[in-house]
């Protein structure tokens, strides 16, 4: 039986020797230099996650019809949670989603919603379940917002849904079997709350943040509440010291995110070292009428 390299062999090869030998050496030639490069390639660090991509415009890249319009007011609700007709009975505290999701999610590092909706169906490991992009933002209303869970597929739920889907538009999908989160979210610094210094934390604080968030914690014009009965409830994402840390690291100072990560972890620790709302379940679940199901076992 020939194998292919016999037609090496120059005396097996009918005319034009010189030229076909070439050709079949430079055909080995890639071949070598080919498998070279995949070994290379199989070496390097899984890929990074892409750059937040800037997000669409408002304006200019809408749909038209009744879905842009959806959207529209889906931006308005995440920047005016607590004041706006349709989602303000849901709220029990000072804060709207953009308190924390910088400039309506589109900051690309404080808890961005650039490229949110990618990510879902995600496995929750908190629910034990697949939830949807509309269970995430709903879930937010119970905890970080200490209100109630709008009914799925209410028209609040839907335009909040339908602004954080727009804003990943275009973009392939990343769907993510470990937790219920976006490819651009919050880079975790993994701190470990024992190495916080709350009294350090305090003096920061001072220095840092009461002047908007008062030296009370309890707000003021310039800032909303950072604890207290108005601020998020201690089974919000931020109430666990290294969540906040690395919110805090990506956000604040509002407008000049400076801390050292030590500095956030001490201010973080301080901040939640103070008294909060409570968060139990049945208290922030609609009647049982207005349920559905929700997507939790406990
Ligand atoms: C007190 C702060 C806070 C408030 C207020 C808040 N959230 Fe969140 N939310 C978070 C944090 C922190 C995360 C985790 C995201 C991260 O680490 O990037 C999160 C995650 C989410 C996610 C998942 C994002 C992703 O990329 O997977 C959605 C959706 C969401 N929130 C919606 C909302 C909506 C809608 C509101 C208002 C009704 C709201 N949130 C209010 C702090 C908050
Ligand atoms: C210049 C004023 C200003 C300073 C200084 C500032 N913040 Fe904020 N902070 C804000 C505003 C305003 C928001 C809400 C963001 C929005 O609505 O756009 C906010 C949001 C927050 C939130 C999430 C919402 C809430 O109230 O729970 C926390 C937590 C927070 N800031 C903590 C801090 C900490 C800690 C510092 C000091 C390191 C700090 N901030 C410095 C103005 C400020």
Not at 61 to 71: H, K, V, Y
Request: glycine share 8%; hydrophobic share 35%; charged share 20%.
């Amino acid at each position: 039986m020939r194998k292919g390299p016999a037609q090496l062999e120059p005396d097996s090869v009918q005319g034009g020797n010189m030229t076909v030998q070439i050709r079949l050496m430079l055909i080995a030639l890639f071949a070598v230099a080919a498998s070279g490069l995949m070994t290379t390639l199989d070496n390097l660090p899984a890929a990074e996650p892409p750059e937040t991509p800037s997000p669409p415009d408002l304006e200019t890249d809408l749909p038209p019809g009744p879905l842009g319009e959806t959207i529209r007011l889906g931006r308005e609700i995440v920047e005016n949670t607590g004041t706006h007709p349709l989602s303000r009975e849901y709220v029990g505290n000072a804060l709207t989603c953009s308190s924390c999701h910088l400039d309506a999610g589109t900051d690309p590092q404080a808890a961005t919603f650039l490229g949110s909706a990618l990510a879902y169906p995600a496995w929750s490991p908190r629910e034990q379940r697949v939830i949807t992009l509309e269970d995430r933002s709903l879930n937010c209303f119970m905890r970080s917002m200490n209100g109630t869970r709008p009914p799925n597929g209410s028209r609040v739920s839907v335009a909040i849904t339908a602004y954080i889907t727009w804003l990943s538009q275009g973009q392939a999908m990343r769907m993510n079997p470990d937790k219920p989160l976006g490819p651009h979210s919050t880079r975790q610094l993994n701190v470990d709350p024992a190495n916080a210094d709350a009294k350090r934390g305090r003096q920061l604080y001072m220095d840092r943040c009461a002047d908007c968030h008062g030296s009370d914690g309890l707000g003021s014009d310039d800032g909303p509440p950072v604890w207290g009965p108005q601020s998020y409830n201690d089974g919000a994402g931020l109430a666990r010291i290294p969540k906040l840390t690395d919110w805090l690291k990506a956000a604040m100072p509002l407008g000049d995110p400076n801390l050292t990560t030590q500095e956030a972890l001490d201010i973080a620790a301080f901040v939640n070292s103070h008294p909060r709302p409570k968060f139990e379940l049945e208290k922030h679940l609609p009647p049982p009428e207005r349920r559905g199901e929700y997507n939790a076992e406990h």
